[in-house]
Structures are given as C-alpha cells and as structure tokens.
C-alpha cells in the first residue's frame, strides 16, 4: 500500500486548489480514504472522508460547503478540491487509506486507525 499526495501550493485568500492522492497496492474503491491536514504547532486533524464503495463523503464542520473528495479510480486518484481557501486552510496536507472493512462512520477522523499515510503536501494560503 503507497499514497502519493501532489498539488500543494502557495495560493491567495479565497482561491482554490486541487490535491491528488496516487494509490497503489490496492484497488481504489475497495477502501476507505481520508485527507488529513496538520498546520504548525497544531495536532493532525481530519478534513474529508471518502467512504469505499458507493463513495459517500463525510467533512470537518471547517472545511464543510468548501472542499470536496473524490476519486476517480481508473487513474487510482483521489482528489481533494479546495475552494473558497482561508490563512487557517495553512497546513501540509495528508491522504490516509483505513483497513479493509473500516467505513467514515466508524473511523474517521481517528489517526491511530489508520493503514497508512502518504508523505504529504504542503498548502499555503497567504497574500
């Protein structure tokens, strides 16, 4: 298993960006994904969920109305599109795949649950 993030940049208040998530070793739609993001001085927190079949979405109340996760599994991608940025979207961004079995419900945004992490990618929201 191996998540390769991409997309991080430097990006103006009220801009947007796109993340990818490359996954390898296992098949997209068969596991629960989740992006994490982790600013300065501050804990890694869950930003969005993407549950493994069907593909239903959970997001923190801080990213709500603005990001969206999606995956488009012919190109074993997950994307995070961020909009509407803000200086406190500031962090490096990071994709996590859950154990087979393990849905958004039931997992996220727990940390210790997840399989593995990908390296990470970093966003800054700044004039």
């Known amino acids: 298993v191996q998540l390769v993030e991409s997309g991080g940049d430097l990006v103006k208040p009220g801009g947007s960006l796109r993340l990818s998530c490359v996954a390898s070793?296992?098949?997209?739609?068969?596991?629960?994904i989740a992006w994490f993001r982790q600013a300065p001085g501050k804990e890694r927190e869950g930003v969005s969920c993407l549950n493994s079949g069907y593909g239903s979405t959970r997001h923190a109340d801080s990213v709500l109305g603005r990001f969206t996760i999606t995956r488009f599994s012919a190109e074993k991608t997950v994307y995070l599109q961020m909009s509407k940025l803000k200086p406190d979207d500031t962090a490096v961004y990071y994709c996590?795949?859950?154990?087979?079995?393990?849905?958004?419900?039931?997992?996220?945004?727990?940390?210790?649950?997840?399989?593995?992490w990908g390296q990470g990618t970093r966003v800054t929201v700044a004039w």
């Open positions: 070793g296992f098949r997209l739609d068969s596991r629960t």
């Open positions: 996590a795949v859950y154990p087979g079995g393990k849905t958004c419900d039931d997992s996220f945004p727990r940390r210790d649950l997840v399989e593995e």
